[in-house]
């Protein structure tokens, strides 16, 4: 299996732009998560979904930042209107049912400019 | 809520000697404990884990943990490291019954010295 994929690995962005971060979990899993990390706040929880559904998303910043998970196999993570002060990297992780390991893709460099 | 304290930012340690990297934990039962390993600009990889049982974990890499319920503590040791060991370390809880995301430290960043 490939892992979990996020695009694009790097992006570049104005203030005021919309983003959007995708990520393709890994076939089977049913649980997908969205962090963010940055130096000032280290890896922070945004939203995880099961079976497609979210569960948890108290750690979504503001109203500006918005998931979702059409399917089984893809989700994302949409920000609009990005600010400079969401510059970080975003990691998508998966796990499958009954299994507490998260596997994480190798995440999304965002800045706004 | 879980929260996860690494004490130690930075560490630098010479080539070949060992390693313990500190991790402290709050929660109100014993919960899952992680140690994560993060090279520069990749992703995080699983280096170990505890849910119950034996409380000293075997990880990849030639890692190991010790959990000890009376200090709330999963260090994680190396009895000697190398170069491509130098990367950050993140420990992470998980509260039992595993149905929430994982709540990380800080993390550490290893140095190592030639």
């Known amino acids: 299996d490939a892992g979990v994929i996020q695009s694009p690995r790097h992006e570049v962005t104005e203030m005021g732009q919309e983003v959007t971060l995708r990520c393709k979990p890994i076939?089977?899993?049913?649980?997908l998560f969205w962090y963010r990390q940055t130096m000032m706040r280290g890896l922070e929880l945004l939203i995880y979904?099961?079976?497609?559904?979210?569960?948890?998303d108290s750690g979504m910043p503001e109203d500006r930042f918005s998931a979702k998970m059409p399917n089984a196999s893809f989700s994302t993570l949409k920000i609009q209107p990005s600010e400079p002060r969401d510059s970080a990297v975003y990691f998508c992780?998966?796990?499958?049912?009954?299994?507490?390991?998260?596997?994480f893709g190798q995440g999304t460099r965002l800045t706004v400019v | 809520a879980q929260s996860v304290t690494q004490p130690d930012i930075h560490i630098t340690v010479s080539e070949g000697a060992s390693l313990e990297l500190r991790c402290n934990y709050s929660?109100?039962?014993?919960?899952?404990l992680f140690w994560y390993v993060q090279s520069p600009g990749q992703g995080l990889q699983l280096l170990l884990k505890?849910?119950?049982?034996?409380?000293l974990v075997q990880g990849i890499k030639g890692f190991e943990a010790e959990f000890k319920r009376s200090q709330s503590s999963f260090n994680l040791r190396k009895p000697s490291v190398h170069w491509s060991d130098a990367a950050e370390y993140f420990c992470?809880?998980?509260?039992?019954?595993?149905?929430?995301?994982?709540?990380f430290g800080k993390g550490t960043h290893l140095i190592i010295q030639p």
């Open positions: 992780a998966s796990s499958a049912q009954g299994n507490t390991e998260a596997f």
């Open positions: 076939s089977g899993h049913n649980s």
């Open positions: 979904f099961n079976n497609n559904v979210p569960i948890d």
């Open positions: 929660y109100g039962a014993t919960p899952y």
């Open positions: 505890y849910f119950s049982g034996d409380t």
């Open positions: 992470a809880v998980l509260p039992g019954g595993g149905a929430d995301g994982l709540t």
